[in-house]
T-cell receptor, first 110, second 114 residues
Framework: SQQGEEDPQALSIQEGENATMNCSYK?????LQWYRQNSGRGLVHLIL?????REKHSGRLRVTLDTSKKSSSLLITASRAADTASYFC??????????FGKGTRLSVIA | KAGVTQTPRYLIKTRGQQVTLSCSPI?????VSWYQQTPGQGLQFLFE???????NKGNFPGRFSGRQFSNSRSEMNVSTLELGDSALYLC?????????????FGSGTRLTVV
């Protein structure tokens, strides 16, 4: 079964706007990661946040983690058409496989 | 450095046949994991190999098997193919077993069973 559940399932925004995607999970975790997938291709690792961290930044990406609510959010600022992709959160509990959510499909309209 | 290489990229097979997919991890990466991606089920974990040993296995029938060689290259095999096995099969490599280092994924093998 999926550990993470992303919300919303699909998101459509204008270029230049910010995009926020949320992820909820069910059990305790060691790390939470976000990946991007362009249509039908492999996943690209974006950012990782550890369970003892609350916020992390990487370029236009900002990730927050609230372990008390078992949730995370991914914010992409000043979105571009090239950001159009599916975004997945994935969790692990140490030496266990990454478990992925079903993803959010982001469309950025130029 | 070269990324994760999966071959073939596309494959069409008939029900009842078997198929072997290959994954070459990044040089120096010893852990290889396989995932099946379908529109309905999303990304489902198949297996993880580390140092030629299967360390974890997902909830898939015995028709799905795999192995890892001494050079860390991995293969997965699906026997007696069913229509429902049509999917994108993704391989991911990491330096060690801790996924906290992030995975590097290949571009996948798109399997179509007809």
């Amino acid at each position: 079964s999926q550990q993470g559940e992303e919300d919303p399932q699909a998101l459509s925004i204008q270029e230049g706007e910010n995009a926020t995607m949320n992820c909820s999970y069910k059990t305790s975790i060691n790390n939470l990661q976000w990946y991007r997938q362009n249509s039908g291709r492999g996943l690209v690792h974006l950012i990782l946040i550890r369970s003892n961290e609350r916020e992390k930044h990487s370029g236009r990406l900002r990730v927050t983690l609230d372990t008390s609510k078992k949730s995370s959010s991914l914010l992409i600022t000043a979105s571009r058409a090239a950001d159009t992709a599916s975004y997945f959160c994935a969790t692990d509990r140490g030496n266990t496989p990454l478990v992925f959510g079903k993803g959010t499909r982001l469309s950025v309209i130029a | 450095k070269a990324g994760v290489t999966q071959t073939p990229r596309y494959l069409i097979k008939t029900r009842g046949q078997q198929v072997t997919l290959s994954c070459s991890p990044i040089s120096g990466h010893r852990s290889v994991s396989w995932y099946q991606q379908t529109p309905g089920q999303g990304l489902q974990f198949l297996f993880e190999y580390f140092s030629e040993t299967q360390r974890n296995k997902g909830n898939f029938p015995g028709r799905f098997s795999g192995r890892q060689f001494s050079n860390s290259r991995s293969e997965m095999n699906v026997s007696t193919l069913e229509l429902g096995d049509s999917a994108l099969y993704l391989c991911a490599s990491s330096i060690n077993r801790d996924p906290g280092g992030g995975y590097t994924f290949g571009s996948g093998t798109r399997l179509t069973v007809v």
